[in-house]
């Protein structure tokens, strides 16, 4: 079995997450206390008790995202043997990867990924940038929306390129309203604006990005154990020497998540687990190649399940 391990972006977390693993799993738990450590707060009883309003905060919710899916990787890990063929994480969700790969460590990826939220919620004043899912479009369509509406000051540009006729663009809150509007009128099947806190992966984020720098020039990188695609090129990384200029630039680019599930495929990988919380990423590979059966680990059921399918081979 060709195995790929996969990590969920910021936007699937809700309370109570991560809590059953903790409390079923000693290498869970010890994940979550290693976090509270790195951050010097109580982020597990956070993502297990909310509230929800301060989970929902960026600075919150990555190290979130990113200690709940380390939570169940050592879990998982702790129960049954894992060949890795490849990784790979929905925007943030990289740095899960990478810890995974054992290129970052756990302590210090959680405190970049906190101060990435930061500079992110910081990034953009409130009100002045938001995302929209596009869906029903081919991507020429919606850069064509994209190039008329990214005047006179005003930008928006494509952001997740996430699966066929499913892509989220971000910018100026009036320029992405007006994009929604063009998509119904241009034959899209669905356009909603995202219950987001800012315009990410566009150049809105320039400010997020320049902040970046000095963080991560202070961050270790180690051998990869596996690669890892990044989603700025959406190609294998086995290079550590490119992780951090490959992590600052996903900041500012859109992360090619279709692509790169596509470089999974072409690399003959049947079967991946997604880390962490929902099944955001599973429901995007039904749309990309279903072919591949992408299992959740995020709960007790799900774990045990994984671990049956893994001893199966």
């Not at 952001?159 to 063009?182: C, D, K, Y």
Request: a neutral charge; charged letters at 20%.
């Amino acid at each position: 079995m060709k195995l790929a391990l996969l990590f969920p972006g910021q936007g699937s977390q809700r309370v109570g997450m991560g809590a059953e693993l903790a409390t079923n799993f000693t290498a869970a738990r010890h994940a979550f206390e290693e976090a509270d450590e790195a951050l010097g707060f109580a982020l597990s009883r956070l993502c297990f008790e909310g509230p929800e309003e301060q989970l929902r905060l960026t600075s919150n919710t990555q190290p979130a995202m990113v200690a709940v899916a380390i939570a169940a990787h050592r879990a998982l890990a702790a129960e049954v043997a894992l060949e890795v063929e490849l990784g790979a994480g929905h925007s943030m969700g990289e740095y899960s990867a990478l810890v995974a790969a054992e290129a970052l460590d756990f302590a210090s990826a959680m405190r970049a990924v906190r101060e990435r939220g930061r500079l992110m919620q910081e990034a953009c004043p409130p009100g002045q940038g938001t995302m929209a899912a596009l869906i029903g479009l081919e991507p020429a369509v919606v850069d064509e929306i994209c190039r008329e509406l990214s005047v006179g000051g005003q930008i928006v540009v494509p952001a997740n390129l996430n699966a066929p006729g499913q892509i989220v663009v971000a910018g100026h809150t009036a320029a992405v309203r007006r994009a929604i509007e063009l998509a119904k009128e241009r034959g899209g099947a669905m356009a909603v604006e995202l219950k987001v806190s800012g315009p990410f992966h566009s150049p809105l984020m320039a400010s997020a990005r320049a902040g970046m720098e000095k963080m991560l020039d202070g961050l270790a990188v180690g051998p990869l154990r596996f690669g890892v695609i990044a989603n700025v090129i959406a190609a294998v990384n086995t290079d550590p020497a490119r992780v951090k200029p490959l992590l600052l630039e996903q900041i500012t680019a859109p992360v090619r998540w279709g692509e790169s599930m596509g470089v999974v495929a072409r690399h003959g990988i049947t079967e991946a687990l997604e880390f962490g919380c929902g099944k955001v990423l599973a429901g995007m590979m039904r749309r990309i190649d279903r072919n591949i059966k992408v299992r959740p680990v995020e709960d007790l059921a799900s774990l045990k399940a994984a671990v049956t399918a893994l001893a199966a081979g």
